[in-house]
């Protein structure tokens, strides 16, 4: 089955922390696509970061990085130093035949 | 320029009703897609339409379930006979194509079966 697995259902963390959240995946495809989104409380998906499976460079995007394995088929998302305003729920998505599949999302808040 | 538009942002049905929710996507976006979240899950695709291909039917969950779109413009999600279960946030994307590009969501409505 193609799936995947947000292990980590929800985090609190304090602000300036930096936070890791992780995401192991299933596919049948050999090339795909990983996608995270952001889903703030006012509900309105917001696209993050994608990584295609055949580019396993780690990069850093402002506050954000990211950590591809394609051998453990992890695709793990981290936030430095976290504010206040990244609190939200934070979805896992690879991008398999044409469509995203979703994750149950991690919940990420970050107190003052 | 304008985003994903959805309407209506809410809707209460009674069981056993008929519903039609809309979507606007982007101008130019080729694919759109038809997703459904309930409360506290993850969203569970239902259905995508990419220019003038078929569309890929294959999440609906039922055959209460059915989507049209206009050519590259406005889609219709029609839920016919609602059921309690149907109870959740409707998300409509549009993307600029299939495999690998960004989709851009829209507010959702808020479906409630009574």
């Known amino acids: 089955a193609q799936k995947v697995t947000q292990a980590q259902t929800e985090i609190s963390v304090v602000e300036k922390e930096d936070v890791t959240l992780d995401c192991v995946y299933e596919?049948?495809?050999?090339?795909?696509?990983l996608f995270w989104y952001k889903q703030p409380p006012s509900g309105e998906l917001v696209f993050l970061i994608r990584?295609?499976?055949?580019?396993?460079q780690n990069e850093i995007s402002g506050r954000y990085s990211w950590n591809f394995q394609k051998s453990t088929s992890s695709f793990n998302f981290t936030i430095t130093a976290s504010q206040v305003v990244d609190s939200a729920v934070y979805f896992c998505?690879?991008?398999?035949?044409?469509?995203?599949?979703f994750g149950t999302g991690t919940r990420l808040q970050v107190f003052p | 320029g304008a985003g994903v538009s959805q309407s209506p942002s809410n809707k209460v049905t009674e069981k056993g009703k008929d519903v039609e929710l809309r979507c606007d996507p982007i101008?130019?976006?080729?694919?759109l897609y038809w997703y459904r979240q309930r409360l506290g899950q993850g969203l569970e695709f239902l259905i995508y339409?990419?220019?003038?291909?078929?569309?890929?039917k294959s999440g609906l969950p039922s055959d209460r379930f059915s989507a049209e779109r206009t050519g590259e413009s406005v889609s219709t999600l029609t839920i016919q006979r609602t059921q309690q279960e149907d109870s959740a946030v409707y998300l409509c994307a549009s993307s600029s194509g299939l495999a690998g590009y960004e989709q851009y969501f829209g507010p959702g409505t808020r479906l409630t079966v009574t």
């Open positions: 596919t049948r495809d050999t090339t795909y696509y």
């Open positions: 339409f990419q220019g003038n291909s078929a569309p890929d």
């Open positions: 998505a690879p991008h398999n035949t044409d469509k995203l599949i």
């Open positions: 101008s130019g976006h080729t694919a």
């Open positions: 990584r295609n499976s055949f580019d396993e």
